[in-house]
Structure formats: structure tokens, C-alpha cells
């Protein structure tokens, strides 16, 4: 069975708050990649300031600011709890798998489970918390190869009770758009099933969330948790007013629809196009004032020795004030 190389453990951002104000220096621990007038962060894992050092989300991959002609896109702010927050882009699996992670269920307290594009981690209690910081018992091993316009990640998690996995995610920047191409591997003796996404922590040119923001589907549905100032319109959700809290909807698919969401501000005229290859097992919109982030999740079950691929593409664009009622998005 084929497994990626084991390599030793290993973000790019551009900051603003108008396009001229002069970009910001870079956050602590990450590099920066560049492609015509787009510039992102990427957090180094091997960074020992790294901007996420928790057990949630894994070190790979992880965009944390986007600034397509002096203009920001994400959400990372430099004060935050390194072992709690995250920003930007940041890839997650299982947080609400049932069941929870794999080999979660059947590991005894204080046994050992695989949280894949993390590592070994302890179990504590009998149902898998994902806020709560975990016991990191074995860190997957990371190797990132850098590039001036990409990122090649590798990472490979020891085995725990039968689970292991090997997780490569390649970073490209383009002109104005970003994509993340991901592979899994299943190197265990047990077949598993896991759900990622990314957590999408959008906010443009530092603008708060409230009236402006859209997000739009290119599908019919029927939002759930609105309230506080998110309202449904067609295929649309606004913001009628800065949430007072935390904004939690749901969004169904329907079967066969594309995996894609618009999320635009129509005051700052700023949009990206968030595309996903792989159909969403759902979707969620959490918001609060400060940054909003529509969650497309992707169910993938792997027998011993199957991988799975999908890619995760962001275009930005500085000209999307308005609906353009003739596209889709």
C-alpha cells in the first residue's frame, strides 16, 4: 500500500481597511504567496508562532489573509487564542460527525483516536466536544514544500487502533482566485467516513457584517435559524442589521446542485465566488459582527488503501457591487 512520505512537521496574509492604506506587515509564522495583484498568507506549521496551535483544526493548508488590490477578503485578526481561534480558510474535519472522529466510538476513555489533519488525540469524554481543547497525544507529521505563487502540504498520521491516513493539500494563487487541492488517503487496516470543510471566515476590507452583506445560492432553499438580523430573499440570505450574536443557519441542497456560494457586500463592492468539486452533505452560515462564514461540508468514506480528491477554489473580485441577474451567483 502506497503511503506518502513521512516528513518532519512544518500562513500568508495581507491585511486593510482601504486600498490605500499600505498593507500591513505579515502575522507571525506565515508566508506569503503572490500572483499578479492577489497576495494570500499561509501559516507555516513549523512556525513555533503559528497562528492556530489547538488540536481543531489542522495545520494544513490554512489561508489566513487574502488581498486582491490592497483589498482584504478574510478574517484573521493578530489578537486571538492560538488554541481556540482560528481565520481565514481554516480546513477542519469531524466536528460534528455522529459518532465523532474516527475511532472515537470505540476507543475507551482515555484511549487514543484519529482526528485526521491533526493527529492521535485522547479521549476524555463519551461524546467528542469540538470546542474543547483535546489531548494531543501524537502530532501527524507535516512537510510543506513553498513556492512564490503555491504550497505543497504533506501529512501523515501514525495509526491508532487501526486508523491512519495520509492528507495532501496544495495551495495555488492565481491572478485573483485561490484553490486548495486535497487528497486523502486511507493507510489503516479500517475503512472510516469523515466530513471536512473549510470554515470560510470572510469579511471584506475590515467592513462589520450588517447591511451589505449577501450570501447567494445558486439553488432554491429553506433557510433555518434566521433571525438577528439574517432574513431570506429568493436564493439569497441578507443582513438587515449587525448580528446582536452568534448567527447560526442551516441550508439544505438539493441533490446534483453545485457546491458554490457567492458572498458579496454590496457597500464595499467586493465578492468571492466560494467553489467546492465534491456535492455539500450540507451547509452552514455562522456569522457574528465580526466576520461570516458559509460552511460547505463533503462526506468521504475510504476503505483501506482508497483516497479521495476534491478542491476547494475562491475567485475574488473588487467589481461585484451589484446582482448580475443574467449569472447564476
Known sequence: ???????????????????????????????????????????????????????????????????????????????????????????????QTPGGPPGFAEAGIGGGYLKIGVGTLRKRAENYEFYTPQELVEPARTGVEWGTDRAVFRQVCAPVNGYACALMAEVLVGDARVEVRCVLENTGEKPFGTEQYAHNYFLFDGAPIGPGYQLKFPFEFEAGGLGDGAAQDGRKIVFTAAPAGAVNLRVAPPAGAPNMVAVRNTRTGQRVLARVSRPASRVAVHATARYLCPEQFVRITLAPGEKAEWTRGYDFSNDAGADREHSTL
Do not use: C, W
Request: hydrophobic share 45%; charged share 20%.
Open 1 to 95: 500500500m502506497k503511503k506518502f512520505p513521512p516528513l518532519l512537521p512544518v500562513v500568508a496574509m495581507i491585511s486593510t481597511a482601504a486600498s490605500q492604506t499600505p498593507a500591513p506587515l505579515p502575522l507571525p509564522g506565515t508566508r506569503v504567496l503572490a500572483r499578479g495583484g492577489l497576495v494570500v498568507e499561509v501559516m507555516d506549521p513549523a512556525a513555533p508562532d503559528r497562528y492556530h496551535a489547538g488540536t481543531r483544526f489542522s495545520p494544513v493548508a490554512n489561508v489566513l489573509r487574502a488581498r486582491l488590490g490592497g483589498r482584504e477578503f478574510l478574517f484573521a485578526p493578530p489578537e486571538h487564542d492560538p488554541l481556540r481561534d482560528n481565520g481565514g480558510l481554516a480546513m477542519e474535519f469531524d466536528i
